[in-house]
T-cell receptor
Framework: GEDVEQSLFLSVREGDSSVINCTYTDSSSTYLYWYKQEPGAGLQLLTYIFSNMDMKQDQRLTVLLNKKDKHLSLRIADTQTGDSAIYFCAAKTSYDKVIFGPGTSLSVIP | DAGITQSPRHKVTETGTPVTLRCHQTENHRYMYWYRQDPGHGLRLIHYSYGVKDTDKGEVSDGYSVSRSKTEDFLLTLESATSSQTSVYFC??????????????FGDGTRLSIL
């Protein structure tokens, strides 16, 4: 069945770059999303990429998509303590069905 | 921020009691969703709605029912709550389905504890 995988934890030092990786199984996925969840809050959409794109950049965020390997990554440049959160990768398959990964908990060390 | 309100935000109840969670939106979006979030599982879809009185099951629908009598309200009911339904429940909305690029926007969640 359709699945999205992520590593569960990542720890980086403030000012470094963070790279959060995600793999998905459904090659027909049309849109791939990154969401951020802060403690006690809902998911906030950070960015998304359409499957015919390789890269998307939005300020400190860079999304890379390797469609052949079904691999998605989110790079956060100059990571700040306010970036500490859980990051969810999600893949949109048929008819608005969205599959979420388990989330990667990012800890930023001052 | 998308206008989504979940109520209640927190609830503690006993096994066997009925529970209803409410999601209210002010965006007039057609699609509404209920997810549960559990450690290590991410978000799993319980039920979703693609219009008034139009609903369908998600991947973890057993033990849950939903109703949508108005565009703005989507109710999730646990007919007889069990401890395995202790979770954080999120409502989401989106403007379009199919191959549209409209992402889902989420409410702030309801933390439900069943003792």
């Amino acid at each position: 069945g359709e699945d999205v995988e992520q590593s569960l934890f990542l720890s980086v030092r403030e000012g470094d770059s963070s790279v959060i990786n995600c793999t998905y199984t459904d090659s027909s996925s049309t849109y791939l999303y990154w969401y951020k969840q802060e403690p006690g809050a809902g998911l906030q959409l950070l960015t998304y990429i359409f499957s015919n794109m390789d890269m998307k950049q939005d300020q400190r965020l860079t999304v890379l998509l390797n469609k052949k390997d079904k691999h998605l990554s989110l790079r956060i440049a100059d990571t700040q303590t306010g970036d500490s959160a859980i990051y969810f990768c999600a893949a949109k398959t048929s008819y608005d069905k969205v599959i979420f990964g388990p989330g990667t908990s990012l800890s930023v060390i001052p | 921020d998308a206008g989504i309100t979940q109520s209640p935000r927190h609830k503690v109840t006993e096994t066997g009691t009925p529970v209803t969670l409410r999601c209210h939106q002010t965006e007039n979006h057609r699609y509404m969703y209920w997810y549960r979030q559990d450690p290590g599982h991410g978000l799993r879809l319980i039920h979703y709605s693609y219009g008034v009185k139009d609903t369908d099951k998600g991947e973890v629908s057993d033990g849950y029912s939903v109703s949508r009598s108005k565009t703005e309200d989507f109710l999730l009911t646990l007919e007889s709550a069990t401890s395995s339904q202790t979770s954080v429940y999120f409502c989401a909305i989106s403007e379009s389905g199919g191959l549209g690029n409209q992402p889902q926007h989420f409410g702030d969640g309801t933390r439900l504890s069943i003792l």
